[in-house]
């Protein structure tokens, strides 16, 4: 069955950068493409961008446009979400979802915490 | 950006009961349009895509109805597993996606 397994919970300071990663199983990695979306606790969800897993060709929100890089290892089936300069409103839960023209699947989570 | 507006914020309803939320887009998205169900310390589910289509495993209680701009999620019966948040989400501008602001189904 088709699986998505994200990193582990981090605690970042301020002004610092975070790498999330997302490994894929389960399906063909090069195939379909992955999304990453963002949750604040309570709060609802947001888009970040996408990655083709085949070509890497990507698309960000604008939002996050000079923030967010996405990246992705075909040989590890594993996408990858790099944020920089961090404040306290980028914590929140960080989904990676496989994009079967729509988020079909996603993984457990990455609950990113800024503070100093 | 398509903004999409999920009424009502809360739905306090009894298991058993007909549920019906409503989902309504800024400009015309088509059938571009799909539902995700959300409980406490899970990732989203989809539950339907194409505005009306059910995703694989959903039971047939869930329906979505809707083209353009208005759409509605309608659960026929709740069952006591099924109050949770539910969203909205477009992708009329794919890859790029909006999801409305959520509706909370509780009893």
């Known amino acids: 069955q088709v699986q998505l397994e994200q990193s582990g919970a981090e605690v970042i300071k301020p002004g610092a950068s975070v790498r999330v990663s997302c490994k894929a199983s389960?399906?063909?990695?090069?195939?379909?493409?992955i999304h990453w979306i963002r949750q604040a606790p309570g709060q609802g969800l947001e888009w970040m961008g996408w990655i083709n897993g085949g070509t890497g060709n990507t698309k960000y929100s604008q939002k996050f446009q000079d923030r967010v890089t996405l990246t992705r290892d075909t040989s590890a089936s594993t996408a990858y979400m790099d944020l920089s300069s961090l404040t306290s409103e980028d914590t929140a839960y960080y989904f990676c979802a496989r994009d079967r023209n729509w988020p079909d699947s996603w993984g457990q989570g990455t609950l990113v915490t800024v503070s100093s | 950006e398509i903004v999409l507006a999920q009424s009502p914020a809360t739905l306090s309803l009894s298991p058993g009961e007909r549920a019906t939320l409503s989902c309504r887009a800024s400009q015309s998205v088509g059938s571009y349009l799909a539902w995700y169900q959300q409980k406490p310390g899970q990732a989203p589910r989809l539950l339907i895509y194409d505005a009306s289509k059910r995703a694989s495993g959903i039971p047939a209680r869930f329906s979505g109805s809707g083209s353009g701009t208005d759409f509605t999620l309608t659960i026929s019966s709740l069952e006591p597993e099924d109050f949770a948040v539910y969203y909205c989400?477009?992708?009329?501008?794919?890859?790029?996606?909006?999801f409305g602001g959520g509706t909370r189904v509780e009893i």
């Open positions: 989400q477009q992708r009329f501008n794919w890859p790029a996606l909006t």
């Open positions: 389960g399906y063909s990695f090069r195939d379909y493409a």
